[in-house]
């Protein structure tokens, strides 16, 4: 149900969600406070989330508020924009637009899962707005340290965007920047990608999972690590095992053996592998939901695959 209200600058519209399985908005704003590529701003009251993001359908600035009420998510967005796509987005990014009754299975299967949820109790992937501003990382934090991306990002959203959201893809196109190797040639694709619709999660999400993984690596200077980040994070889909993430390759060596294939192992996660990777990662090598020590290490996969991602540009110039 939806409730349009006006008579400010901006509408707002409020929209009312039936949470389909587990979900714990304590948890989720917990891990995201925490998540250094875009971490929430400050905070207000326990049991609401607030954001300011840009929405990837109209981009233009939204301001999001989202409760909890047992089964039911309470999405309140305002702005000047489109606010059905907005509400959507707010679904998507914090994976609400998900029906994850059957997640619960997953751990019957896996042990190691179980003991995940256990920990993470109501967890949902969340943390980019879209896969836009996932792309956007994935270009800054190659080839260097994280928290080094982490302060280029957020200058770029305090000098260009509009309060504190990141700036729009004709903004982001338009600069002339100083930034290592070819970090602006490769921003400036993903602008034009942005603008041609296919970076927006809709359209991702829309395409089957090994089809938006060949799109987005059709992007100059994204290749198949940033493509599975901006899929897997940025469009929040569901299911899809990523392959060149090297860490998480390591915590499930860790976990279940180094002679356990990854895709053998992913089997007992379906339709949700996305999910169970992104559970290992965040509590992987001990990382506490709040705090962002894993984050730090994954630096040394976005630096390598940043080489790795370099080099295979050279060769389709």
Not at 53 to 65: G, N
Not at 257 to 283: K, T
Request: charged share 25%.
């Amino acid at each position: 149900m939806t409730e349009p209200t006006t008579g400010r600058r901006n509408a707002s519209r409020t929209t009312r969600q039936k949470i389909l399985g587990p979900w714990s908005i304590e948890t989720s704003k917990r891990f995201w406070e925490g998540f250094a590529p875009s971490a929430l701003g400050t905070q207000g009251a326990v049991g609401e989330i607030r954001a300011a993001f840009l929405s990837d359908h109209d981009w233009t600035r939204v301001e999001a508020v989202i409760t909890q009420d047992f089964d039911m998510a309470t999405i309140i967005v305002a702005g000047p924009g489109d606010l059905d796509a907005a509400s959507a987005q707010v679904r998507r990014f914090l994976s609400l637009d998900i029906d994850a009754r059957e997640w619960p299975e997953v751990g019957v299967r896996d042990p190691v899962m179980a003991d995940a949820q256990l920990q993470l109790p109501g967890f949902r992937p969340c943390g980019f707005y879209s896969p836009y501003e996932a792309a956007v990382w994935s270009v800054l934090s190659q080839r260097i340290q994280m928290r080094q991306a982490a302060v280029i990002k957020a200058n770029l959203a305090e000098q260009y965007g509009e309060n504190g959201v990141f700036p729009s893809p004709t903004v982001l196109r338009g600069l002339s920047l100083t930034l290592p190797g070819r970090k602006l040639e490769y921003l400036h694709s993903v602008a034009d990608a942005a603008l041609d619709g296919r970076l927006s999660g809709e359209h991702l999400r829309g395409l089957d999972a090994a089809h938006a993984l060949e799109e987005v690596q059709k992007i100059r200077g994204l290749g198949p690590f940033a493509a599975e980040l901006i899929v897997v994070r940025g469009a929040n889909s569901p299911d899809v095992l990523p392959q060149n993430e090297a860490r998480l390759l390591t915590i499930m060596a860790k976990l279940y053996g180094p002679d356990e294939s990854p895709e053998r192992i992913a089997e007992a996660w379906r339709p949700f592998r996305s999910w169970a990777a992104v559970h290992l990662r965040a509590l992987g090598a001990g990382r506490r939901i709040g705090r962002r020590a894993d984050d730090e290490r994954d630096g040394d996969d976005h630096r390598r695959l940043g080489q790795q991602e370099s080099r295979a540009d050279r060769l389709r110039s």
